[in-house]
């Protein structure tokens, strides 16, 4: 079965500075896709970022960025000059398509420390 | 674009009583969406899937009589909740595949609605 694991269920960073967060998954198949989730204090869940397994090249989107390690199904987010409104829940995912249905990590709690 | 409302945000209701959410897609069909519901601090738990013109399908362990939803049209699905009691009290939320998410299985997320019941 897939699973996907965030072993830091709570972080801290000070402004301005670089923190990541890590994300481990089990999956047997080859192809499949990696989400970053962000859920503030709204509650809405916003999504951050989003890796194809099977391109080589780290998805990033200003800010934030991955490292993608396929071979250890590893797939931690970066997130430099942090601000604080990126003070939120923050929740890693898998989906191997064809329709099947999220697997969710347990979340990890970014504090951003004025 | 794929934008998903969710109504209301917040309700409060007396124990027994039903109370409806709404899901709606607001700019694209949503063939598929999804209920989940988050305890405080903890992550989304998968309630259901709803496919458009036909019956959900529910996880283990989620009460069908219980939660109840209708996907009647490619732009709205509904949670009912029947006969709620306090323990139903939660953080309820509703996503949908936006468009090219058929294939990656990118959800796009309502606002979540607060549910109490006293």
């Known amino acids: 079965a897939q699973t996907v694991t965030q072993s830091q269920p709570e972080m801290s960073v000070q402004e301005a500075e670089t923190v990541t967060l890590s994300c481990t998954y089990d999956?047997?198949?080859?192809?499949?896709?990696l989400f970053w989730y962000k859920q503030p204090p709204s509650r809405q869940m916003i999504l951050v970022i989003r890796q194809e397994a099977y391109k080589q090249q780290n998805a990033t989107e200003n800010r934030f960025s991955v490292n993608f390690q396929k071979a250890a199904k590893s797939f931690s987010l970066k997130i430099s000059d942090s601000q604080l409104g990126d003070a939120a829940m923050y929740f890693c995912?898998?989906?191997?398509?064809?329709?099947?249905?999220?697997?969710w990590g347990l979340g990890t709690s970014l504090a951003v420390n004025p | 674009g794929a934008v998903v409302s969710q109504h209301p945000s917040w309700v409060i209701c007396k124990s027994g009583t039903s109370v409806k959410i709404e899901c709606r897609s607001l700019?694209?069909?949503?063939?598929?969406m999804f209920w989940y519901r988050q305890f405080p601090k903890q992550s989304l738990m998968l309630m259901a899937t709803?496919?458009?013109?036909?019956?959900?399908?529910?996880e283990q362990g989620v009460e069908k009589d219980k939660f109840l939803i209708n996907h009647a049209s490619l732009t709205l699905s509904t949670l009912t909740v029947t006969s709620a009691h306090p323990e139903d009290s939660s953080f309820y939320i509703c996503?949908?595949?936006?468009?090219?998410?058929?294939?990656?299985?990118?959800?796009?997320f309502g606002e979540g609605s607060r549910l109490t019941v006293l």
């Open positions: 709803s496919n458009e013109g036909s019956k959900a399908t529910y």
């Open positions: 996503s949908a595949r936006g468009p090219s998410g058929r294939d990656t299985g990118e959800l796009f």
């Open positions: 700019d694209f069909q949503a063939t598929t």
């Open positions: 999956t047997s198949e080859s192809d499949y896709y």
């Open positions: 995912a898998y989906n191997a398509g064809n329709n099947r249905k999220l697997i």
